[in-house]
């Protein structure tokens, strides 16, 4: 038995350009007068088939600062109140990842990379949770001007809303122990973050 933490994945961050995943172009959105930020996420799920679903209540949260140029960065995020099955207790999660910025199907949204995260909950075995998840930037609107956004992760199961990017398909995973089958997982979660100044969705 597994468990997985969802891993969300959420705005907009982070100092140091990185490499984007294998398969995705440069992005064409961009934040601008944004360098730092914070903010919470709601308690979400994540969901793989014939493995135990995993929710946290929070609270939860999220920071970050935004790399030279906005389009890409890394998040650092805690997660608490973690559950498996609504009932088996898992520890408080502290991970992080990369992001960068994307258009699909003329959306805003953003591309997360998590770090690779091992999930631990009482009496199952550890889950490690890994890959990609696309979440759609709900507000502001594209060349929209806010202090604040949103970003919407939505799944049906294991199976993500948004998966396509430039060809490619892009899923979390999650793997009991060392030995387990590496398992497609969904997300459903949402995010805000706030940054002190008011920056711009810049789509063009």
């Known amino acids: 038995m597994s468990k997985k933490m969802m891993l969300l ?38 969901s793989a088939n014939e493995e135990p679903t995993i929710t946290c209540d929070g609270p939860n949260h999220v920071e970050g600062t935004v790399s030279p140029g906005g389009t890409t960065g890394t998040i650092s995020l805690d997660y608490t109140n973690c559950r498996a099955l609504g009932f088996f207790s898992c520890n408080t999660i502290k991970t992080g990842g990369t992001f960068h910025f994307i258009t699909f199907g003329q959306k805003p949204g953003v591309l997360v990379t998590p770090e690779h995260t091992t999930i631990a909950c009482a009496g199952l075995s550890s889950t490690t949770v890994t890959g990609n998840v696309i979440g759609t930037i709900t507000s502001p609107e594209c060349n929209g001007r806010s202090k604040k956004m949103t970003i919407s992760f939505s799944a049906l199961g294991q199976f993500q809303d948004h998966f396509l990017y430039t060809g490619f398909s892009y899923h979390l995973t999650s793997q009991t122990g060392t030995s387990g089958t590496i398992k497609e997982a969904g997300l459903t979660s949402t995010a805000t973050v706030e940054s002190s100044t008011e920056g711009t969705l810049d789509c063009t």
């Not at 907009?12 to 959105?29: H, M, Y």
């Open 9 to 46: 994945a959420l705005a907009v961050v982070s100092a140091a350009a990185f490499a984007l995943p294998a398969g995705a172009s440069a992005a064409e959105l961009h934040l601008t007068n944004v360098t730092k930020f914070s903010g919470t996420f709601n308690g979400g799920t994540l």
